[in-house]
C-alpha cells in the first residue's frame, strides 16, 4: 500500500445519495422560486455543503433562501434515505478489505454531521466508521473545493498530505484534494470523467478501486 491514509468522499462514493439528495433539492428550489431541474442540481451542487447553495442563489437571483431552508431540506432528505438509501454497490467489500489489511481510512464530506451518520446508520457502514473516522464541513470554515476539509482531516488521523489520497466524485472535491496536496483517483459512476481533471487515476466500479490504491 503506498498510502498511509484513504480518505472517502460520503454522498455518491460511500452511500448511493446523490440521486436522492439531488432531486429533492431540484424540487425544493423550483418549489421556492428558482427553477432548477435534476441536471442542473448535479451540475450546479454536487459535492458541495450547503452554503456555497445559499451563495449561488443569491448571486444569481439577488434573493436569500429561507432561514429554515438547510433544516427543511434535510428532513426532506432523511425522510427519503429512510425508504430509498443503499450503500455504493462494491464499497463495503472496500473498506472490510482496508480494514483486515490495517489501513487507517476516514471519511471526509461537504454534508453535516447529521447527514453522514443517518446515511451510515441506514446502509450499515456504521459499524465501519466510528466517531474519529468521521469529518465533515462543519468542522472547518470553508468546504469544498477549499482544501480545508481534507487538510484537516489528514491531521487529526496523523497523516501528511502527501500520503494521503482521496477517492471523489465531484469536481468541487477532486479540486480540494489537489489544493490539499493529496492524490485523488475519481469515481465515475455518476460523474463524466472529464469533469473530474486532476484525477490521478479514474475508476466506474468499486471493484477496481483497491488495485488503484496499491
Known amino acids: 500500500m503506498r498510502y498511509d491514509l484513504v480518505i472517502f468522499d460520503n454522498d455518491g462514493v460511500l452511500v448511493d445519495s446523490e440521486p436522492i439528495s ?9 418549489e421556492l422560486g428558482h427553477p432548477t431541474s435534476y441536471e442542473d442540481s448535479i451540475r450546479d451542487y ?6 456555497r447553495i445559499h ?6 437571483t439577488g434573493q436569500r433562501l429561507p432561514a429554515d431552508f438547510d433544516d427543511s431540506f434535510h428532513r ?10 443503499e450503500p455504493v454497490p462494491g464499497v463495503v467489500d472496500v473498506l472490510e478489505k482496508l480494514a483486515a489489511d490495517g489501513v ?37 470554515g470553508r468546504g469544498k473545493p477549499a482544501p480545508d476539509l481534507f487538510l484537516y482531516a489528514a491531521e487529526r488521523m496523523g497523516v501528511e498530505p502527501a500520503r494521503c489520497v482521496v477517492v471523489e466524485d465531484s ?21 463524466p470523467a472529464d469533469n473530474l481533471a486532476g484525477s490521478g487515476q479514474l475508476f466506474d466500479d468499486m471493484a477496481e478501486l483497491a488495485d488503484l490504491l496499491r
Open 22 to 30: 439531488n432531486r429533492l433539492l431540484a424540487a425544493y428550489l423550483t
Open 46 to 51: 454536487m459535492g458541495s455543503a450547503m452554503h
Open 55 to 60: 451563495d449561488l442563489v443569491q448571486e444569481r
Open 76 to 85: 426532506r432528505v432523511f425522510a427519503a434515505f429512510e425508504r430509498e438509501l
Open 104 to 140: 487507517p481510512y476516514c471519511v471526509a464530506s461537504s454534508g453535516s454531521h447529521e447527514r453522514i451518520r443517518v446515511g451510515h446508520r441506514k446502509t450499515g457502514l456504521d459499524r465501519l466508521f466510528d466517531d474519529a473516522r468521521i469529518f465533515s464541513a462543519q468542522d472547518v
Open 171 to 191: 469536481p468541487l472535491g477532486v479540486r480540494a484534494a489537489v489544493a490539499a496536496g493529496m492524490d485523488v483517483v475519481g469515481f465515475t459512476a455518476m460523474t
